[in-house]
């Protein structure tokens, strides 16, 4: 074939991939779907627009569909610093140089965990359900069991972020379907009878405590005000309903909505807390109004739109299977049995991680929590807050790679809040110049110790932070943006610096006194320990910070001192991983015997995921001391822990170990008891469970899925290079990121990439590397999405 036939072929092909794959999104049908009600808060359908969320059970004769608003918490600011604390530090880490862990462990838990009762107090707070809308329904006699539909479904579409539900009785089809609107900002519930005059219904809404109901006029309205744990006036609330109905009547109560015979209803909710002064009594009355004023096709249109603008710039096809047309939790089922044979599945859970982030946090409020946005409850479990040793990072750890950079900003901005309360702890426990941030925080700006030694007097909070915040740079390249996070950065590099001491033994700088996360260890005496100096995880996370704040230093042309102070201390900082005897990495300084082997956590592998200090090319010896850790460690825990060994070993390159992994995530459950050991698996509405409900396993194996696929950490782009057996027949994926601001399509079959496109803002070369063979090519050009 002549030179200019085979350019042109080429062409035809690239221009014919690029425009499948530009309409793969709107061919694909995304949904979750279920032939019978919620029976449980874990089979509802999340719905969320950022900031407002609701979960409907889509029952028949009373419908419950719990509300949320993601700034409403109970607590306030506090001071709980020791300021006497760094007086003990000298002989804290006297007794740990000495071997004398359990006794350095005791003057910690006496001298150098937070005043009062921390985490466990009412001025700490906790992220609280807004409360419950319910619907009781009058079919003309019909109620209670009697109440028995024909033809029942019920369907979240994450194309569109709407849920709905019919259902056929009393030879009547009744339809609803709901949406948190990105729009107006409301909540948006319409339901529609196919035959006039049969909708009857009482409208009521309430939350466990704290709270008054009343209606004025049509409007109903209910408000409260959280306890502060001081003098009980903490955050404020009002939530606001009002409906629209074509035929029959509305009338009220002294405590509900009362629909007689109508034949369509829709039913508006406004909700807002006073979360940073926010007015949020006028401002939910505007948005209710602003939505009643419009018709109902335009709002629902305009949400749509809002929302497909970010959902809509990633498309993954992995084939369909034999069980794509069962009911999800059928589906699930079948999953665990057979996950080779539906591929489609992890297609799915993926594009709904995607689908959650969008719909748990928006720029300008808050990053999402232990729950999303979403509780059902007043006493969340962990309080629902924001855990800096692995949930919080975790919750963001897929936004850059799959498409919804911006969503980092949030986290950014919590971040940011810590800085000043980080610097009082600085120098109230360590005398040290920066500011830290220690194991748990919330919306209050909490950086005290937690209130106890064994996982309180974690290092590492604030740096690995820092690396979710570099992240966003890593993959945007937005300078704007590195410069503004720069003095954060910063100033954690400044703490680690300031509060690192001389190892006798090896001559190097480590963290003391510290832990690895939540976890303990034998001492040569037979007694246990989890305060030690220099745990792994420190070492890697410090590694890893200086050499970003000195990269940040060289881009922005600034700070040459500190920049000159860094690369000095980098010299004297660990290695990114030491190998035991045993040929695993070390999880403390020392070679000390784990009180359990099968620990959840797995922090002492930060190096090879977030961080890219092992990887498989470059530190070979390393890597394979990671494999082993991992198979002594073995597959279970809660979701999040597995979520995290599905990430390792994504990035150890072995994809049918990762897709086990999946599988395990993937696996049904019901179970909702507190769990710190083995467990996970997801509830029917896929929600990740620990258990209890967590949702960091969502996105935590998310963004497994995602470096399966694609990895940009090593110096190049690598794609497939964890291809697990199960998706080699066939796949597609447009709009994955990759370090460097690259957008990447890709396409495969038999397990061979058989075309890809690299753009960029501006064409710029690259490595790739695609089918074991790494190439530098230049990309073409993209625009901005």
């Not at 003309?140 to 009697?146: D, N, T, V």
């Not at 539909?149 to 019920?154: E, I, M, N, V």
Request: charged fraction near 20%; glycine fraction near 8%.
């Amino acid at each position: 074939m002549a030179v200019g036939n085979k350019r042109l072929l080429s062409g035809l092909i690239t221009l014919a991939f690029v425009f499948y794959t530009l309409n793969l999104a709107a061919q694909q049908k995304l949904r979750l779907w279920y032939n019978k009600p919620a029976n449980m808060w874990e089979e509802t359908l999340p719905l969320g627009n950022g900031r407002l969320g609701m979960t409907p059970d889509g029952g028949i004769s009373k419908e419950k569909i719990v509300l949320n608003d993601i700034t409403l918490w109970s607590g306030s600011p506090q001071d709980a610093n020791n300021y006497e604390a760094n007086k003990s530090l000298p002989a804290i880490r006297k007794l740990i140089l000495e071997g004398k862990n359990e006794e350095a462990q005791a003057l910690v838990n006496r001298d150098f965990v937070c005043k009062g009762p921390g985490s466990a107090g009412a001025q700490w707070g906790k992220f609280q359900t807004l409360g419950a809308l319910e619907i009781d329904f009058n079919y003309g006699g019909l109620a209670g069991h009697a109440a028995i539909p024909k033809d029942y479904h019920r369907e979240l579409s994450l194309n569109n972020a709407i849920a709905n539900s019919s259902y056929t009785l009393n030879g009547v089809k009744y339809t609803r379907e709901y949406f948190s609107s990105f729009d107006d900002d409301v909540n948006v519930i319409k339901i529609v009878a196919d035959k006039p005059g049969t909708i009857n219904c009482r409208i009521t809404i309430s939350r466990p405590e704290k709270f008054a109901v009343k209606t004025m006029g049509e409007e109903l309205q209910m408000s409260g005000q959280l306890d502060n744990g001081t003098d009980g006036k903490g955050m404020q609330y009002i939530a606001r309903v009002k409906t629209s109905v074509k035929g029959g009547s509305v009338s009220t109560d002294q405590h509900a909505i009362i629909i007689k015979d109508a034949t369509e209803l829709i039913i508006y909710i406004s909700a807002a807390t006073d979360f940073k002064g926010f007015a949020f009594k006028e401002k939910t009355s505007e948005f209710l109004e602003a939505a009643l004023k419009k018709p109902y096709d335009v709002q629902k249109t305009k949400h749509i739109s809002n929302f497909s603008k970010l959902f809509r710039r990633l498309s993954l096809d992995l084939g369909s299977g034999t069980s794509h047309d069962l009911p999800t939790d059928v589906r699930l089922g079948m999953f665990y049995k057979r996950a080779d044979q539906d591929p489609g599945l992890a297609a799915l859970f993926f594009q709904y991680a995607r689908y959650l982030s969008i719909s748990s946090t928006r720029v300008g409020l808050l990053p999402p929590n232990l729950q999303g946005l979403w509780a059902k409850e007043i006493n969340t479990p962990w309080n629902g807050d924001y855990h800096l040793d692995v949930n919080v990072q975790m919750n963001h750890w897929p936004l850059e790679v799959s498409n919804l950079s911006e969503l980092n900003l949030p986290l950014a901005d919590l971040v940011k809040g810590l800085v000043k309360p980080g610097e009082r702890t600085a120098k109230a426990y360590y005398n040290a110049q920066g500011w830290i941030a220690h194991v748990i925080t919330n919306v209050w700006g909490f950086t005290e110790p937690g209130e106890s030694a064994s996982w309180g007097a974690a290092n590492a909070g604030s740096g690995w932070l820092c690396n979710n915040l570099w992240e966003h740079y890593a993959f945007s390249m937005d300078r704007n943006y590195l410069k503004d996070i720069y003095p954060v950065l910063k100033g954690s590099a400044e703490f680690y610096k300031s509060a690192q001491i001389k190892d006798p033994k090896t001559g190097w700088m480590v963290t003391s006194p510290s832990v690895s996360p939540e976890n303990t260890f034998y001492l040569p005496n037979g007694k246990t320990a989890s305060i030690s100096m220099g745990p792994t995880i420190d070492n890697q996370i410090i590694r890893e910070l200086f050499t970003n704040v000195i990269t940040a230093s060289k881009v922005l042309d600034m700070d040459v001192q500190f920049r000159k102070e860094l690369e000095e201390r980098l010299k004297l900082v660990p290695p990114a991983g030491v190998i035991s005897k045993d040929g695993r990495i070390q999880e403390w300084i020392e070679d000390y015997k784990e009180t359990d082997l099968q620990h959840r956590h797995i922090s002492h592998l930060y190096g090879l995921y977030p961080a890219s200090l092992i990887t498989p090319n470059s530190t070979p010896e390393l890597a394979q001391a990671a494999r082993k850790t991992l198979e002594i460690r073995g597959d279970d825990g809660p979701s999040w822990t597995i979520a995290y060994k599905l990430l390792f070993w994504a990035r150890l390159q072995d994809g049918n170990r990762a897709f086990k992994l999946l599988r395990e995530i993937l696996k049904p459950t019901r179970r909702t008891d507190i769990n710190y050991g083995a467990g996970g698996g997801v509830y029917p509405n896929m929600l990740s469970a620990g258990p209890p409900f967590q949702i960091d396993g969502n996105f935590g194996a998310s963004a497994g899925i995602a470096e399966m696929m694609l990895q940009s950490h090593d110096g190049f782009i690598d794609l497939l290079p964890a291809l697990p057996d199960a998706w080699k027949a066939y796949g597609n994926i447009k709009g994955l990121k990759a370090r460097g601001n690259f957008t990447v399509d890709m396409a495969w079959k038999d397990g061979k990439i058989i075309s890809y496109k690299i753009a960029s803002p501006t064409p710029t070369k690259v490595k790739v590397k695609a089918n074991g063979i790494t190439r530098e090519i230049m990309s073409s050009s993209a625009l901005p999405n």
